[in-house]
């Protein structure tokens, strides 16, 4: 079985500052992890993808997420939000094609 | 290239009435997921289709829920009949490579 926790449930930050939302997992085999975000009333959209390769990966947006195996983590970072970043950020773990996502974190930027 | 299409967006219905949602994925994806997303939850999967078998269904309510995938391409999830609980989005990915990429959902509400 495999899971995911997202700690922080909601993050407010201000207009220019850095972001981190956290990502942990547990899974007994190899994954493959993704971040996804959601704006209201939408669908998910793709943030950024692990498969393999550099721990570091990039995304759109300006995100960015580093694949931690030790800590069994992939914590979401951003230098400096906008206030478009406004949403809601899954975290999601799969394997064997199965996607088990993380409870989500709403992410608030104040202006 | 057109993403994964879904409709409808909303539907209202009274509870004990039957409802359907549609899914058409993207072009050559042979991979499709139905998924339920409770309000301030991540999607939780219902449904696996590789082409027009149902690969993986364990998650799926079978007293009142079915789904099918037609010819391996469009797939139609149904409720019948509905419960309150089942207010939710339902939401249609299709899958290329292991990534996932999702419809905008339909929205149900059960009154």
């Known amino acids: 079985a495999q899971s995911v926790t997202q700690l922080d449930s909601q993050v407010p930050v201000f207009e220019e500052a850095p972001v981190e939302l956290r990502c942990n997992y547990s899974?007994?085999?190899?994954?493959?992890l993704f971040w996804y975000v959601q704006y209201p009333n939408q669908g998910l959209q793709l943030l950024l993808k692990y498969l393999s390769g550099s721990t570091l990966v990039k995304g759109i947006n300006g995100f960015e997420a580093e694949f931690n195996k030790s800590q069994t983590s992939f914590h979401l970072r951003k230098p400096s939000v906008h206030i478009s970043d406004t949403a809601e950020y899954f975290c999601?773990?799969?394997?064997?094609?199965?996607?088990?996502f993380g409870t989500g974190t709403r992410l608030t930027i104040i202006p | 290239e057109a993403g994964v299409v879904q409709s409808p967006r909303y539907k209202i219905i009274e509870k004990k009435q039957p409802v359907a949602f549609w899914c058409n994925p993207i072009s050559g994806h042979n991979t499709l997921y139905w998924y339920r997303q409770n309000l301030g939850q991540g999607p939780e999967l219902l449904i696996r289709?590789?082409?027009?078998?149902?690969?993986?269904d364990s998650q799926l309510p079978k007293d009142r829920f079915s789904a099918e995938r037609l010819k391996g391409v469009d797939s139609t999830l149904k409720i019948q009949p509905a419960e309150l609980g089942d207010s939710a989005v339902y939401l249609c990915?299709?899958?290329?490579?292991?990534?996932?990429?999702f419809g905008a959902g339909t929205r149900l509400s059960v009154l």
């Open positions: 899974s007994s085999v190899s994954v493959y």
């Open positions: 990915a299709s899958s290329l490579n292991y990534i996932q990429y």
């Open positions: 289709y590789e082409n027009e078998e149902a690969v993986d």
């Open positions: 999601a773990v799969s394997s064997n094609e199965k996607l088990t």
